[in-house]
Structure formats: C-alpha cells, structure tokens
T-cell receptor
Framework: DTGVSQNPRHKITKRGQNVTFRCDPI?????LYWYRQTLGQGPEFLTY????????KSRLLSDRFSAERPKGSFSTLEIQRTEQGDSAMYLC??????????????FGPGTRLLVL | AQSVTQLDSQVPVFEEAPVELRCNYS??????LFWYVQYPNQGLQLLLK??????LVKGINGFEAEFNKSQTSFHLRKPSVHISDTAEYFC????????????????FGKGTHLIIQP
C-alpha cells in the first residue's frame, strides 16, 4: 500500500500523559498536513510542512502541541499534558509540491485519541 | 476568514434516486473548492475539485458538482445513488494564494451523512 499511513490507529491515555503520533506520507510528497476531527465536525487544519519546514500553524495548535518533520519524510505530532478536550481523530494528509496549491491532499486513516 | 456551510447534517435517499448535497461558502478571497467522501473507518477520499474553467466538474463514482460564484455555492449531485454511496460527505475550500494566518490548509464544512435506503 503506497498511501498515507498513520500509527497508531487508536490511542487511549490518561489525562496529563504525553502522546505521540506518526504519519508517513506518500513517497516524494513534499507537503504534509495535520488536521483534527471531533465527533460531528469536519476536519480542522492544525499545521503543515513543506519538506522539513513548518510553514503554517493554526491558532488551534496550542503550546502543548508540537509537530516535527525532521528529514522531510515522516512527521510526528506530540501532545503534552493531554486534556479530555484533546480527544479526537488526528488526520494526516500529503500532497506533491506543485505550482497550484489546489493540488489534491491525500489523507491517511487517522489516529483516534481518547483521553480518560 | 473562510467558512463552509453544509446545511443538511443528514440526507436520506432511496436507492437509484437522485441526490443533491448542498454546500455554501464564505470567503473574502478567491478559493478552490473540493468535495471529499469518508466511508466508515476509512480516511477522506477526494471526489472532485474545482480549480478553474468549466463550472461543472465531474468526479469519481458518478458524482458531479457545479460552482456558482454569484451564490457562493458548490452543490454535489448524483443522478442515481447506490447503497455503496452511504458515507459522510465533506465540502472544503482553500485560498488560491498563500496568505498565512492558518488559512493555508483546507477549511471543511461539518459534513453531510448520506443514508441510502433500499
């Protein structure tokens, strides 16, 4: 399967713990995006990378959230001191570098986080 | 700032009947428009997108959408639905140019759950 992969698919943690998610984009895709989706809502943009550079962060990305893409390939999203409000599906997407930013974003299956 | 409104949270339709899922958007700048589908326990899959040119866009699985600039709408249609079309459908927009301020990702609506009845 050469699509976007995310690990783990499910994570249950206790409030106050740190969690880290991984996203492996489609090979050779330069852009990588993180979104959060809560029940009954559409995905909300969190941040994106072009190669290893983090170019944009949403106001939704509090100081407890940090994302990295150290070698311009896979990315990690860490949440420190988790809160119950962090419970959501975390989606990763990738797209090729293109002159058109209307380029299609390909989504992974997501990591579902439950904070108890 | 941008926003996307999908007025119908659920749309029940009989199999082989036509369907229209409504999407309206608000933006101070020109945007690209997308429809994504999310099947149960799967990731989002692109159905179709409008970048420029003809306002009638055809996508996968027999879906099409029409961009109406004056009404700021991008409604999704299918002439005859199948049981396998049961899914959540999301309309999304994105700025045509990079503008920062968190606006470079896709802005999604809340989704419409399409329920196909036999």
């Amino acid at each position: 399967d050469t699509g976007v992969s995310q690990n783990p698919r499910h994570k249950i943690t206790k409030r106050g713990q740190n969690v880290t998610f991984r996203c492996d984009p489609i090979s050779e895709h330069n852009r990588l995006y993180w979104y959060r989706q809560t029940l009954g809502q559409g995905p909300e943009f969190l941040t994106y990378f072009q190669n290893e550079a983090q170019l944009e962060k949403s106001r939704l990305l509090s100081d407890r959230f940090s994302a990295e893409r150290p070698k311009g390939s896979f990315s990690t999203l860490e949440i420190q001191r988790t809160e119950q409000g962090d419970s959501a599906m975390y989606l990763c997407a990738s797209s090729p570098l293109s002159h058109s930013i209307g380029e299609t974003q390909y989504f992974g299956p997501g990591t579902r986080l439950l904070v108890l | 700032a941008q926003s996307v409104t999908q007025l119908d949270s659920q749309v029940p339709v009989f199999e082989e009947a036509p369907v229209e899922l409504r999407c309206n958007y608000s933006s101070s700048v020109s945007v690209y428009l997308f429809w994504y589908v999310q099947y149960p326990n799967q990731g989002l899959q692109l159905l179709l997108k409008y970048l420029s040119g003809s306002t009638l866009v055809k996508g996968i699985n027999g879906f099409e959408a029409e961009f109406n600039k004056s009404q700021t709408s991008f409604h999704l249609r299918k002439p005859s639905v199948h049981i396998s079309d049961t899914a959540e459908y999301f309309c999304a927009v994105r700025n045509r140019t990079y503008s920062g301020g968190g606006a470079d990702g896709l802005t999604f609506g809340k989704g419409t759950h399409l329920i196909i009845q036999p």
